[in-house]
């Protein structure tokens, strides 16, 4: 069973900063697709940003775009996003997923295509 593992989350203010990572140690990390996605209750998980193996393509959902940036550190197996500006919209469970295949513009927000999920880590942003 491989394990994903998700930590960072917490409370702050509208306007504050938060920065969520994500960890998979049996995982030959390099080779996968990373992605964050969230929900809150009553809703479906939905997309929030996507990596390639390399980070070299990234993607984002509109509602974060300008303020959310996904990141990752191959050597230290750990995949990150740096949460600023936030909203009391953005408050839900945040999790990681993981999947070996590329993903496309189109593809990267389907959960369907993610292998392996993290257990979410809890953000709440108060007005």
């Known amino acids: 069973q491989v394990q994903v593992v998700e930590s960072g989350g917490g409370s702050v203010q509208t306007g504050g900063s938060l920065r969520l990572s994500c960890t998979a140690p049996?995982?030959?990390?390099?080779?996968?697709?990373l992605a964050w996605f969230r929900q809150t209750p009553g809703k479906e998980r939905e997309g929030v940003s996507a990596?390639?193996?390399?980070?070299?393509?990234?993607y984002y959902a509109d509602s974060v775009k300008g303020r959310f940036t996904i990141s990752r550190d191959n050597t230290e197996k750990t995949m990150y996003l740096q949460m600023n500006s936030l909203k009391p919209e953005d408050t839900a469970m945040y999790y990681c997923?993981?999947?070996?295949?590329?993903?496309?513009?189109?593809?990267?927000?389907?959960?369907?295509?993610?292998?392996?999920w993290g257990q979410g880590t809890q953000v709440t942003v108060s007005s």
């Open positions: 997923a993981a999947d070996p295949f590329p993903k496309s513009a189109v593809s990267w927000y389907r959960r369907d295509n993610y292998r392996h």
């Open positions: 049996g995982l030959t990390f390099v080779e996968y697709t």
């Open positions: 990596i390639n193996w390399s980070g070299s393509s990234t």
